[in-house]
């Protein structure tokens, strides 16, 4: 590899720009037309909420499934839940359905980022290969999160929501031909008598846990930004295109941080990276409220993602540094159930709090919340 990067790792991003793109569009549109059909922000919270739900009980199973089979059969499952939720929603574009859809989509690609990341982990040839290959792999779910909510958008406003979901469920059938020719890895020979160790007893190193409650602060960032964008374009009477694009800015600006990461991340250690992505987002997120024009949100919106965009690859980079060798699969399985857990819990949240004090002290809340876990952050360098 140069740098890190080769066409099978092209490949490998492409194929989860896909999937996850599905996902991403499908969580823009649903929501949308749950809210044009004249569904409360409570409801599109708990549609929101679904997303996650089958990423928090699939994450370890997904994990120990794609260990025994590897890169290609959990692709071919998440393939077939993605088309079929996304195939769904275009047939039948009810409520009932949209949660179904969520649900579908949501593990889909859970189960295929697990994967995805497994197989690039046990490619690289050493630690400095392995920095690199994530980083470049960070690129992959920032650049979906612009291509399907901006596709979705589109597509609402020239040919109608139908149309759209139809479009999202062909995504997924690219990821396939992106992997299929691709060689599997060697499987993972476990040690004689080796003791098998649950995946909870990782809670008991302080760092892991600070690491965590990091990761969910700054996560919950992406679910509120998700949540809020379109509630308030909707009550600002901006059209599905716009929205989608400040959606679609956000990913842009994180996606392109991230290329440039790894030149930032030689000369400054991780703790202080996130720690600054917490100050920056805090600052950002009290400020949001008052842009009331798609310009200004779009402003807000591409600073937001450069913030955020830095925190994935310094989070999966810390997670190799702080625990075994032998655990990394399950820390990282652990990091994606926390993520997801909150992802459930979060919209629902966003949604009453929404309904209580307005949308706009959601971002206050939440900004809030991350100015305060900037001192766990600061801790991470406790070694």
């Given at each position: 590899?140069?740098?890190?990067?080769?066409?099978?790792?092209?490949?490998?991003?492409?194929?989860?720009?896909?999937?996850?793109?599905?996902?991403?569009?499908?969580?823009?549109?649903?929501?949308?037309?749950?809210?044009?059909?004249?569904?409360?922000?409570?409801?599109?919270?708990?549609?929101?909420?679904?997303?996650?739900?089958?990423?928090?009980?699939?994450?370890?199973?997904?994990?120990?499934?794609?260990?025994?089979?590897?890169?290609?059969?959990?692709?071919?499952?998440?393939?077939?839940?993605?088309?079929?939720?996304a195939?769904?929603?275009?047939?039948?574009?009810?409520?009932?359905?949209?949660?179904?859809?969520?649900?579908?989509?949501?593990?889909?690609?859970?189960?295929?980022?697990?994967?995805?990341?497994?197989?690039?982990?046990?490619?690289?040839?050493?630690?400095?290969?392995?920095?690199?290959?994530?980083?470049?792999?960070?690129?992959?779910?920032?650049?979906?999160?612009?291509?399907g909510?901006?596709?979705?958008?589109?597509?609402?406003?020239?040919?109608?929501?139908?149309?759209?979901?139809?479009?999202?469920?062909?995504?997924?059938?690219?990821?396939?031909?992106?992997?299929?020719?691709?060689?599997?890895?060697?499987?993972?020979?476990?040690?004689?008598?080796?003791?098998?160790?649950?995946?909870w007893?990782?809670?008991?190193?302080?760092?892991?846990?600070?690491?965590?409650?990091?990761?969910?602060?700054?996560?919950?960032?992406?679910?509120?930004?998700?949540?809020?964008?379109?509630?308030?374009?909707?009550?600002?009477?901006?059209?599905?295109s716009?929205?989608?694009?400040?959606?679609?800015?956000?990913a842009?600006?994180?996606?392109?941080?991230?290329v440039?990461?790894?030149?930032?991340?030689?000369?400054v250690?991780?703790?202080?990276?996130?720690?600054?992505?917490?100050?920056a987002?805090?600052?950002?997120?009290?400020?949001?409220?008052?842009?009331?024009?798609?310009?200004?949100?779009?402003?807000?919106?591409?600073?937001?993602?450069?913030?955020?965009?830095?925190?994935?690859?310094?989070?999966?980079?810390?997670?190799?540094?702080?625990?075994?060798?032998?655990?990394?699969?399950?820390?990282?399985?652990?990091?994606?159930?926390?993520?997801?857990?909150?992802?459930?819990?979060?919209?629902?949240?966003?949604?009453?709090?929404?309904?209580?004090?307005?949308?706009?002290?959601?971002?206050?809340?939440?900004?809030?919340?991350?100015?305060?876990?900037?001192?766990?952050?600061?801790?991470?360098?406790?070694?």
């Open positions: 590899m140069s740098n890190g990067f080769s066409p099978a790792l092209a490949r490998l991003i492409a194929a989860q720009v896909c999937i996850h793109a599905c996902m991403a569009g499908t969580r823009m549109a649903a929501p949308l037309l749950a809210l044009r059909s004249g569904y409360s922000e409570a409801a599109v919270g708990f549609l929101l909420a679904l997303f996650a739900l089958t990423q928090v009980f699939l994450s370890l199973p997904a994990g120990r499934y794609a260990d025994r089979h590897g890169l290609k059969k959990p692709l071919v499952w998440s393939i077939a839940a993605a088309v079929t939720g195939g769904l929603a275009a047939a039948f574009p009810v409520f009932p359905v949209l949660c179904i859809a969520a649900l579908c989509t949501g593990g889909a690609t859970g189960t295929a980022s697990i994967a995805l990341q497994r197989h690039v982990g046990r490619a690289a040839a050493n630690p400095a290969e392995l920095r690199q290959v994530f980083s470049w792999l960070s690129i992959g779910p920032a650049f979906s999160n612009f291509l909510p901006f596709a979705a958008g589109l597509m609402i406003d020239h040919a109608g929501f139908r149309q759209a979901f139809f479009m999202l469920a062909l995504l997924p059938v690219v990821t396939w031909f992106c992997v299929r020719s691709l060689n599997e890895l060697g499987p993972v020979v476990r040690e004689e008598g080796h003791k098998r160790e649950r995946a007893d990782l809670l008991a190193q302080p760092n892991f846990r600070r690491l965590l409650l990091v990761n969910w602060a700054l996560s919950s960032c992406w679910d509120v930004h998700t949540f809020v964008v379109p509630v308030l374009g909707h009550e600002r009477g901006i059209s599905a716009v929205i989608g694009t400040i959606l679609g800015a956000f842009v600006a994180a996606a392109l941080i991230r440039a990461l790894p030149i930032v991340a030689a000369r250690p991780e703790w202080k990276m996130v720690t600054g992505s917490m100050v987002t805090a600052a950002l997120f009290a400020t949001y409220p008052f842009m009331h024009s798609a310009l200004g949100m779009g402003i807000c919106s591409v600073l937001l993602g450069i913030s955020l965009g830095v925190v994935q690859p310094m989070i999966m980079s810390t997670i190799h540094q702080i625990t075994p060798a032998h655990r990394h699969g399950e820390a990282l399985a652990m990091r994606l159930m926390a993520i997801n857990a909150s992802s459930v819990a979060m919209p629902l949240l966003f949604g009453l709090t929404g309904a209580a004090i307005g949308i706009s002290g959601v971002f206050w809340v939440v900004g809030l919340v991350v100015g305060a876990g900037t001192r766990l952050a600061v801790k991470l360098d406790e070694r």
